[in-house]
């Protein structure tokens, strides 16, 4: 079982920054940031495949959401830059051991952690 903790979050205005950050025990192959907004379902964010940084983002994010790790803390961080309003939402970090060669597949993460509220005001 994949223990993880996230921390950061919290409200921004519109066009501001957050950075979350999500710890794990045990680091997995893929990592994660997922996202569920009020009455939608759950949506991959990101991902990334530990062992070679490669990345996956989802269009509504591209160029504005960035993925890092830091192996030595089995840490990931999202830093989330010009936010929107529809970016409000609970963050979820996930872990998952299933990859595709060097990708990591939404539909295949198992592990979630508690959440963590981004609120972006207009």
């Keep these: 079982q994949v223990q993880l ?3 950061g979050g919290g409200s921004v205005q519109a066009g ?3 950075r979350l950050s999500c710890a794990a025990s045990p680091y997995t192959d893929c ?3 997922f996202r569920q907004a009020p009455g939608k379902e759950r949506e991959g964010v990101v991902s990334i495949y530990t062992g070679g940084d ?4 989802a269009d509504s994010v591209k160029g504005r959401f960035t993925i890092s ?3 030595a803390k089995n840490t990931v961080y999202l830093q989330m830059n010009n936010l929107k309003p529809e970016d409000t939402a609970m963050y979820y970090c996930a872990a998952s051991s ?3 060669w060097l990708s990591c597949p939404f539909d295949h993460f198992s592990s979630w952690g ?4 981004v ?4």
Excluded at 54 to 57: D, H, I, R, V
Excluded at 114 to 117: D, L, P
Excluded at 119 to 122: A, I, L
Aim: negative net charge.
């Design 5 to 7: 903790v996230e921390s």
């Design 16 to 18: 501001g920054s957050l």
């Design 31 to 33: 990592m994660g940031w």
């Design 114 to 117: 508690q959440g963590t509220q």
């Design 98 to 100: 299933y990859r595709v």
């Design 119 to 122: 609120t972006v005001s207009s």
């Design 69 to 71: 790790q830091d192996n």
């Design 54 to 57: 490669s990345t996956y983002y």
